[in-house]
């Protein structure tokens, strides 16, 4: 099922496009790489498919809906989220469980069930034994674990998350990518990330969706297709 689509999307900061001509479509039960320098624009192509950013140009869908026929939910972890100071005042687990009311209304009781996902979001994360420290006397890789299980609270049938790495050491990245691997195989959780580590992740992705700088200046975006690790090209969206 076709989730997210855009279509010879233009878009800028100022007088000069930065994305030009962008073409892609993001699928339902897949892992997606989202790669390119510095500067390529990937935070902005993110923020563009999720409606965050209005295109000057072209068309950009969001499907309303999830495979399995019920309202999509979004799961979005932006770059630098992470950056609490150390004066914030919240608890992991108030925090995490926060995560929760993306299921119904803010001023709803939060049920046994809601206690248990955000449990296992801890978890699967590696934070459940720290739950009640607050959020503010964590390491950055800490903060960035806990920020990523608020969206696995969520249980998200789309899962964008920009650079979620950040901060983490090797054991830490892999298991990850393991988590999202298994978010993706046994939950159908469509997963889309920025990362700059593709080497490490590449054997778990269906997809790669690379930024590369146009000779007019700009940036392109150029689809790859995995098995395993070995990509072949797929299209030249332009």
């Known amino acids: 099922m076709l989730l997210a689509s855009m279509n010879k999307v233009v878009f800028g900061y100022n007088e000069i496009p930065c994305l030009e001509d962008v073409d892609l479509d993001i699928y339902s039960s897949e892992f997606v790489a989202v790669v390119g320098p510095n500067g390529a624009s990937k935070t902005t192509l993110l923020k563009l498919a999720l409606g965050l950013l209005k295109p000057w140009s072209g068309d950009v869908q969001l499907s309303a809906t999830s495979e399995k026929g019920g309202k999509l939910t979004?799961?979005?972890?932006p770059q630098q989220i992470a950056s609490f100071?150390?004066?914030?005042?919240?608890?992991?687990?108030e925090f995490v469980l926060s995560g929760r009311y993306?299921?119904?209304s803010w001023f709803r009781k939060l049920q046994p069930a809601d206690h248990e996902i955000t449990e296992r979001a801890l978890r699967q994360v590696g934070m459940w034994d720290q739950r009640h420290r607050k959020i503010g006397e964590l390491s950055g890789g800490q903060k960035q674990r806990i920020c990523i299980a608020r969206a696995l609270a969520q249980e998200p049938d789309?899962?964008?998350m920009d650079e979620p790495t950040t901060g983490m050491d090797q054991e830490s990245r892999y298991g990850f990518y393991e988590l999202m691997h298994h978010q993706v195989k046994e939950h159908g959780t469509t997963v889309v990330m920025v990362t700059h580590g593709l080497s490490e992740v590449n054997s778990y992705l269906d997809r790669i969706i690379e930024l590369e700088r146009k000779e007019q200046g700009g940036w392109k975006c150029c689809t790859t297709t995995s098995c395993r690790g070995h990509f072949t090209p797929a299209a030249l969206l332009q």
């Open 102 to 104: 993306s299921k119904g």
């Open 74 to 77: 979004v799961g979005y972890v």
């Open 85 to 93: 100071n150390s004066g914030f005042p919240s608890k992991i687990m």
């Open 158 to 160: 789309l899962l964008v």
